[in-house]
């Protein structure tokens, strides 16, 4: 089914009639969750032909014309709910700018997204950044999950834009996440080869797709330190990107992260967690490593990140735990 133009003030194509009005934005719009789109809808700021309509699952007939506003929201706020005014940079030149992102800091805005992402806050730190293809997108070339902590490289000229979009579609770039996950696997490492596509009864969710549909997705995944038989650290080294990737293929293994409300099965105790890992307000994910080759010098460069806060004190209370 062809996705419409939804955009404020046009019409919703007949082949959407029966869709579920919540469930058409968050096709639509990925980046803003369900949950925040029914709160949109019940305070008034969806309308289809010029009325409010306050029902979330209110059902699309095709024809209408569709509008919204997005109201204001504070400037961004991270995991543990401090305001991110500046970013932490891990490297600078004159091509490319490597950052450690926050957990909770959104890697670009999009139209249903008023607060503060990587490129404006980066933006008043270096100065302008290429818009490319995408103006709301100035110097993205890759992203990470909202929740997730980690490296991000920012192009600074087109050319290292264009440069450095090639190398990740042609897979050039390696990465290392760091994961706290609950269980533990009978392996030291596993290679999950396993195609993802969107779950159509949950459209913000990701699943494993049957064979010879879905997008082909594949992930390295390396135990690095066990804890009994209720959690380990493992190192996900991800060959494509496609969106919660490593959330999905981890949960497919029965190793839901911590802190992933998302993706975490219903069975899954935490009763024999840490307190400290139970406090986790987002998935226990941060990409720990990065590298590829300079846009400009033609030289192979690496980054590293340390655990931000919250990992390392789930990470010390288990090794405490299970002493």
């Not at 990587?118 to 990470?144: D, F, K, N, T, Y």
């Not at 987002?282 to 340390?306: D, I, K, M, N, Q």
Request: some cysteine.
């Amino acid at each position: 089914m062809a996705r419409p133009p939804f955009q404020p003030g046009l019409t919703i194509s007949s082949d959407w009639a029966g869709r579920r009005l919540d469930l058409a934005l968050v096709d639509f719009e990925p980046g803003l969750s369900r949950s925040r789109w029914q709160a949109l809808i019940r305070a008034g700021h969806v309308t289809l032909q010029g009325e409010p309509v306050l029902r979330p699952g209110h059902l699309l007939e095709g024809g209408e014309i569709l509008s919204w506003e997005i109201p204001e929201v504070p400037p961004t706020q991270d995991s543990q709910g401090q305001v991110v005014r500046d970013l932490p940079i891990v490297h600078l030149d004159d091509a490319i700018c490597v950052i450690n992102k926050p957990a909770g800091l959104l890697s670009h805005r999009n139209h249903a997204a008023q607060a503060l992402a990587v490129p404006e806050l980066l933006a008043r730190a270096i100065g302008h950044l290429p818009e490319g293809a995408e103006p709301m997108r100035p110097g993205i070339v890759h992203r990470l999950d909202r929740g997730t902590s980690g490296l991000m490289v920012l192009a600074r000229t087109p050319e290292a834009m264009e440069f450095l979009l090639a190398a990740f579609a042609e897979r050039q770039v390696q990465k290392t996440y760091a994961a706290l996950v609950m269980g533990t696997p009978r392996f030291d490492s596993e290679y999950i080869d396993a195609p993802i596509e969107r779950d159509p009864r949950k459209p913000e969710r990701r699943r494993i797709a049957r064979p010879g549909e879905g997008k082909p997705a594949s992930t390295l995944i390396e135990v690095v330190e066990r804890f009994g038989d209720v959690a380990c650290l493992c190192h996900a080294h991800p060959k494509t990107g496609r969106t919660h990737q490593l959330r999905v293929h981890l949960a497919s293994r029965d190793l839901p992260i911590m802190g992933d409300s998302l993706y975490r099965p219903r069975h899954v105790r935490e009763d024999a967690l840490p307190d400290a890992c139970r406090r986790l307000a987002r998935p226990a994910l941060h990409a720990a490593s990065l590298s590829f080759t300079h846009p400009t010098t033609g030289e192979p460069v690496a980054f590293h990140a340390e655990l931000p806060e919250d990992m390392r004190l789930a990470l010390e209370a288990l090794r405490n735990a299970f002493a």
